[in-house]
T-cell receptor, first 118, second 112 residues
Framework: GAVVSQHPSWVICKSGTSVKIECRSL??????MFWYRQFPKQSLMLMAT?????????EQGVEKDKFLINHASLTLSTLTVTSAHPEDSSFYIC??????????????FGPGTRLTVT | QKEVEQDPGPLSVPEGAIVSLNCTYS??????FMWYRQYSRKGPELLMY????GNKEDGRFTAQVDKSSKYISLFIRDSQPSDSATYLC????????????FGAGTRLFVKA
């Protein structure tokens, strides 16, 4: 199956600093990627849709100035958590649909990034 | 009402049991119905998907979709301890740019 990588897998940062998380589709191109947030024992909450060549689309309640998304190429999207606070601590996961085969159904997830803000 | 409802469990079964996991949904525009498995502190892994109504079988796993009832199921036969994970149902439509809505996930424990 298709592979999506995320980096870093785990990061600790101090309150007030910014953290960048990368999401890469390794063996396919993705004009769209999704960013999710997951709290312990809860489901995935869609934060935003990352679109190559255009602005990201944010879900209601997600601060676009706090969670900056850049879809730099057909295989790379980045999420930057700006001025991080302890309440931003969470598990962040990206996904990319394999648009060449299935699209809406075949989404491939990265392994996730665990962010801890102290 | 949430678009997708899924009992979070936990569900505990003995090894070898048949497991039935279910979701209901409210949006009749959904066309793709997926099941993902997620181990602790890992990203979700796509198990299988079904387009529109019907059944699909893959090894010990069978997915069923009943669009008339807006109800989907995942059956696991001969369950193994390695099947212990959280199972998330997910749905998407033909529009919306592949946007997917997830259920809450059901935590499954298979005891040896």
């Amino acid at each position: 199956g298709a592979v999506v990588s995320q980096h870093p897998s785990w990061v600790i940062c101090k309150s007030g600093t910014s953290v960048k998380i990368e999401c890469r589709s390794l063996d396919f191109q993705a004009t769209t990627m999704f960013w999710y947030r997951q709290f312990p024992k809860q489901s995935l909450m869609l934060m935003a849709t990352s679109n190559e060549g255009s602005k990201a689309t944010y879900e209601q309640g997600v601060e676009k100035d706090k969670f900056l998304i850049n879809h730099a190429s057909l295989t790379l999207s980045t999420l930057t958590v700006t001025s991080a606070h302890p309440e931003d601590s969470s598990f962040y996961i990206c996904s990319a649909p394999n648009e060449e085969s299935g699209g809406a159904a075949e989404q491939y997830f990265g392994p996730g990034t665990r962010l801890t803000v102290t | 009402q949430k678009e997708v409802e899924q009992d979070p469990g936990p569900l505990s079964v003995p090894e070898g049991a048949i497991v039935s996991l279910n979701c209901t949904y409210s949006n009749s525009a959904f066309q793709y119905f997926m099941w993902y498995r997620q181990y602790s502190r890992k990203g979700p892994e796509l198990l299988m998907y079904t387009y529109s109504s019907g059944n699909k079988e893959d090894g010990r796993f069978t997915a069923q979709v009943d669009k008339s009832s807006k109800y989907i199921s995942l059956f696991i036969r001969d369950s193994q301890p390695s099947d212990s994970a959280t199972y998330l149902c997910a749905m998407s439509g033909n529009t919306g740019g592949f946007k997917t809505i997830f259920g809450a996930g059901t935590r499954l424990f298979v005891k040896a």
